[in-house]
């Protein structure tokens, strides 16, 4: 009996261990013949971060991740199905097959590299900052010891309670979080620089500032499931994120979405911009 | 604790990729431990106020106040008829922005803050259902045992207290344990007013770590434990109280 226990526990973790070894070493190359056969992408957007994507009067979904996800299906020739996911569920869903491509404000980070497979370049940046009232927040370290409040599945909530010690008041979306601020139920938001900046240039945030620097600027990458990062649907949205900075989409889209031009996009573009002057000779 | 059990979770996470990080990580472990804690503290003011007011309710409705027993009605409809998750964030953001609140320079320390506001949301939420649990015992009393205790000279309030209230307790007592469970599970959704319980800070863990399926697989087996404990503990109660012939 002993012995039969011990070969069933060995072969299971045989299993497992192949399993996992197959999941990290072959590459698989499911995902753009899948997406070709069904004629549908399916993209991971947000739902509720403007101008990046949200809901419009008319129920459809719009912004700049969205617009992202239509030139990748435009370039296969497939229709873009957006799917509103969320920060603490969005890998998950790329991991599980229920998305083909996630666009969705994902900061490049190494923990998450080992979980989804991250597109280099990234098509933007930001880093954490904090939206307060006038006059009440001078520094980071005023945080120390307050409430502070945040979004659930932000990785600098950590930071902003390690670092500077604060408590950290997490809801669940963008507009809990910030209504708690207004409602005076916290010191201050820590979010994307990139998100207050819009919040507070969008004039519904009469008397509230931004009165700290940004801490560092993260890339944000667009993820394919891991196996294929090296795949043909890897590479091929390599070539997407390269074309995206080249032929100056991403300065088309901050023109086009009202947002601060960012000095990071600037230089990408103008590094990467191909010299098609040899095609008129 | 930690240091004993975090080398093996360690290893179990380079050998197989499982990520239980609140047992190896200080930080992580530090809010687990606090989650559960909020958590269980939570759950025993839901349930204490919830069965209160199942009390009181019942009393009310039993009385001859006509308007009172409207009130509880209003009250019954309105709480048992609308979600929890609604009735949380409508305490929250609706009612507690009206609510007095300290001047702390930028920020307002609350009178009630987000844990205070669940417990009373949720505690409404479950006396609702008590009330109604609590009028199903007392209607079951037989009218002749309180006719008995009237003949005895005992008042109305006096008959209430001794004699119909500890009987309906023993006859309501299995769909009390019902609420009571389910009461103990409606407590994870005061997440989504950011009361650090244990959904909120497994929900923090799994976004920082990206191990979703080890932290669920977690507050799976939280959520059973501690229900089978209270269920246990029940039945427990049940049996100290049974009377014989009575109810069996």
């Known amino acids: 009996m002993t012995s039969l226990k011990t070969l069933a526990g ?6 497992i261990g192949s399993g996992t070894a197959m999941a990290q070493d072959a590459v698989q190359n499911d995902s753009f013949e899948a997406v070709l056969d069904r004629g549908v992408l399916r993209v991971g957007v947000q739902g509720a971060f403007r101008p990046w994507a949200f809901r419009a009067p008319d129920g459809s979904l719009q912004g700049i991740e969205v617009d992202l996800a239509q030139s990748v299906a435009d370039r296969m020739g497939v229709e873009l199905e957006p799917v509103v996911i969320t920060s603490s569920n969005r890998m998950e869903f790329l991991r599980q097959g229920r998305i083909d491509l996630l666009i969705g404000g994902m900061s490049d980070r190494p923990d998450r ?5 991250i597109i280099e370049p990234a098509y933007w940046t930001s880093g954490p900052t904090l939206m307060a009232r006038e006059g009440v927040i001078s520094s980071w370290e005023d945080i120390e010891g307050k409430p502070v409040c945040g979004k659930q599945g932000v990785f600098y909530n950590r930071i902003a309670e390690e670092e500077f010690g604060a408590n950290v008041v997490a809801f669940g979306g963008n507009t809990e979080g910030k209504e708690a601020l207004r409602a005076g139920r916290c010191v201050a938001w820590v979010y994307d620089d990139t998100s207050i900046a819009a919040d507070i240039a969008s004039g519904d945030w009469e008397g509230f500032e931004m009165p700290v620097d940004t801490v560092f600027s993260n890339p944000w990458g667009v993820a394919v499931p891991l196996e294929e990062v090296d795949g043909i ?11 995206w900075h080249a032929d100056g989409t991403l300065i088309e889209l901050e023109e086009k979405w009202g947002v601060k031009a ?15 002057s040899y095609l008129s000779n | 604790m930690l240091d004993l059990i975090a080398p093996f979770f360690e290893r179990l996470y380079e050998t197989t990729g499982l990520n239980f990080s609140p047992f190896y990580d200080q930080y992580d472990w530090n809010r687990f431990v606090e989650g559960m804690w909020i958590s269980l503290k939570l759950i025993a003011c839901i349930i204490a106020v919830s069965l209160v007011i199942g009390v009181l309710g019942a009393a009310a409705q039993s009385s001859k106040n006509r308007p009172l027993r409207w009130l509880v009605a209003i009250y019954i409809e309105s709480f048992r008829n609308t979600p929890p998750i609604v009735q949380l964030l ?3 953001f609706a009612l507690g922005a009206i609510t007095p609140q300290v001047d702390m320079g930028g920020w307002y320390e609350p009178v009630i803050g987000s844990f205070g506001w669940s417990v009373i949301a949720l505690g409404i939420f479950g006396g609702s259902y008590n009330v109604e649990i609590f009028r199903s015992g007392i209607e079951a009393v037989p009218e002749t045992t309180v006719e008995a205790a009237e003949s005895l000279g005992f008042s109305g309030l006096k008959t209430f207290i001794y004699v119909t209230l500890p009987l309906a307790f023993r006859i309501c007592l299995p769909a009390l344990t019902n609420n009571i469970i389910s009461l103990a599970k409606t407590s994870s959704l005061a997440y989504v007013i950011a009361v650090p319980e244990i959904t909120y800070t497994l929900n923090g863990i799994w976004s920082d770590n990206v191990n979703v399926p080890e932290m669920m697989i977690l507050l799976f087996l939280y959520y059973i434990v501690l229900v089978a404990i209270i269920a246990r503990a029940m039945a427990m109660l049940e049996r100290r109280l049974a009377l014989p012939g009575y109810g069996q």
């Open chain 2, 90 to 92: 409508f305490f929250y």
């Open chain 1, 233 to 243: 649907w890897g590479a091929f949205m390599t070539g997407m994120a390269y074309k």
């Open chain 1, 113 to 117: 590299r080992e979980v989804v497979g």
């Open chain 1, 262 to 276: 960012s000095p990071w996009i600037a230089e990408m573009h103008e590094s990467l911009e191909y010299d098609d």
């Open chain 1, 10 to 15: 060995s072969i299971a973790l045989a299993l």
